[in-house]
């Protein structure tokens, strides 16, 4: 689980209880509400909304952008004693977060979130309902994403995951102990929208596994699994225990390799992951003898 501190920065405004709470007591939400208990499941709890309105949240509130009279989305919530509650929007424009608390306050924020968008952090929740706005910084009305949280913030890369479950992108293997020629090698192209640190490790790969191996394992070999790329390349590694496993350069120059000494016999799904935003040629080398 990951936590996101540190947001309750400049961009956050919390105003004193009694500022304008008209707003969040006279009109039903457009967007619904729901009741959440601490731990809920599953998180984030997810919302389609559109950001902006006619009204001033500078003028009614002192916070930034344009939203709507009624609230977008109510939460009513039970807080505990171990986790904070996230409040985050994801939208390809720029919006901002208004936040009626429990205690009849106000709470908003512009841009700690990722990119234009914001988020808020209640490190010590209050039990009770929150009205929560979707704003707008320019005045736009764009489609957005509300996100409630006890994890961290959410965004359109961060709600990714890689999943085994998909067909891999350039196919599978059965091979088993001894196999031959050795190495097998697979031609593909790295990359790809997931941010791999969602399972701990570090690169852009695919939501699809790359490629599948189905090994069975022999007491002699080990199970080597590297790339030959002219990019900075890195590996995850789904195994058969469905633990993950990943490196970024531990083979030659900027490329990874990955040695397990005692293999498994099962299903190991891979990805090859591109260290930064961008997309190489890449050769996957599946062998027992030596790493490319």
């Given amino acids: 689980m990951f936590r996101h501190t540190g947001l309750m920065a400049a961009a956050i405004v919390i105003c004193a209880a009694g500022t304008a709470h008209g707003q969040a007591s006279k009109f039903q939400p457009t967007y619904g509400s729901v009741e959440l208990d601490t731990g809920f499941s599953p998180d984030p709890f997810s919302i389609e909304v559109t950001s902006g309105g006619p009204v001033s949240a500078h003028e009614r509130m002192g916070c930034a952008g344009m939203i709507s009279d009624p609230p977008d989305f109510r939460l009513y919530y039970t807080a505990g004693t171990t986790f904070p509650l996230i409040l985050s929007v994801d939208s390809t424009g720029d919006t901002t977060l208004v936040v009626s608390t429990p205690d009849g306050g106000w709470t908003c924020d512009d841009d700690s979130g990722e990119g234009l968008n914001p988020a808020i952090t209640f490190e010590y929740p209050m039990t009770g309902q929150y009205d929560i706005w979707v704003g707008s910084f320019g005045g736009n009305y764009d489609p957005a994403t509300l996100y409630i949280s006890e994890l961290d913030v959410q965004s359109s890369s961060s709600s990714l995951r890689p999943d085994y479950m998909l067909e891999p992108g350039y196919g599978y293997v059965d091979l088993s102990a001894g196999f031959s020629p050795d190495p097998y090698d697979v031609s593909l192209t790295s990359g790809g929208s997931v941010n791999s640190d969602v399972v701990g490790c570090t690169g852009m790969i695919a939501e699809a596994p790359d490629f599948r ?54 299903q190991y799904d891979i990805w090859v992951g591109s260290y930064s935003d961008d997309y190489h040629e890449a050769l996957l080398s599946i062998s027992e003898l030596y790493s490319k």
């Fill in 213 to 266: 191996l189905n090994y069975s394992a022999g007491d002699v070999f080990p199970l080597i699994l590297s790339v030959d790329s002219s990019g900075d390349t890195t590996l995850v590694v789904n195994t058969p225990d469905a633990s993950w496993v990943c490196d970024d350069d531990s083979g030659e120059g900027l490329n990874p390799s990955i040695t397990f000494d005692q293999p498994a016999s099962g």
